[in-house]
């Protein structure tokens, strides 16, 4: 999956000649607080609510300092650079532009949410697991072959690490709801199992913290 594939036409880009407060009226509407500022089709920036605030509102955008000039992905940069600048640059949409650097659309962070969201890793149920060990010690092809023993299949995989410390967590999104089996069998391998959900159960549990925190809300 590449960023031409995600550009979104419900979002639009402002013009230099719209005023601080066309723009803020705009990612209302569009329930952003970032929007690129196109020139016919040369890309001059990203402007955020910050930008606009610290300036008149009443002014042109095209004269505002922007803080974030560079922001931007290339039409065939891969959905995981998408996701890397989106957190980086703490953007609610990205501008995209083509190889002789024209904007051509934007990708919203909504956007892109939805997408993992419909991927089989996400929608398709089954129960996830997080191991914890030494990073020298991670091999996915142990890992994946310690659950295909079990007639079972990673969907996805989550790598996480902090730079301070060599321990590695790895989160499992796994197709089967039943997952004692595996679990013992990455107890008698070593592996540290730091938590496991069944999905279902996951799900419910959620369901339930979010109708008692609705309750406490409306009291």
Do not use: C, W
């Not at 607080?33 to 910050?50: A, F, T």
């Not at 929608?123 to 697991?129: L, R």
């Amino acid at each position: 999956m590449v960023a031409e594939n995600l550009i979104s036409t419900a979002v639009l880009p402002l013009r230099t000649s719209d005023t601080g407060k066309m723009a803020l009226a705009s990612m209302e509407d569009f329930n952003v607080r970032h929007l690129p500022i196109v020139n016919d089709k040369q890309l001059l920036g990203v402007i955020s609510e910050d930008d606009i605030v610290v300036n008149n509102i009443n002014d042109a955008v095209g004269s505002y300092a922007l803080s974030l000039k560079n922001s931007y992905v290339k039409v065939t940069d891969h959905l995981y650079e998408v996701m890397r600048l989106l957190a980086d640059h703490q953007l609610t949409v990205i501008p995209v532009v083509d190889e002789l650097g024209n904007y051509v659309g934007m990708i919203s962070l909504e956007d892109t949410l939805n997408f993992f969201a419909k991927t089989a890793a996400f929608s398709e149920t089954g129960s996830i697991v997080v191991l914890e060990f030494q990073q020298r010690s991670y091999s996915l092809a142990e890992i994946a072959r310690l659950v295909e023993a079990e007639n079972a299949t990673i969907l996805s995989t989550f790598v996480t690490s902090r730079p301070e410390s060599s321990i590695v967590e790895v989160t499992l999104k796994i197709n089967r709801q039943d997952i004692h089996n595996i679990l013992a069998a990455f107890g008698r391998f070593g592996y540290v199992i730091k938590a496991s959900f069944n999905e279902e159960e996951y799900l419910e549990s959620l369901q339930e913290r979010f109708d008692a925190l609705m309750n406490y809300l409306n009291v």
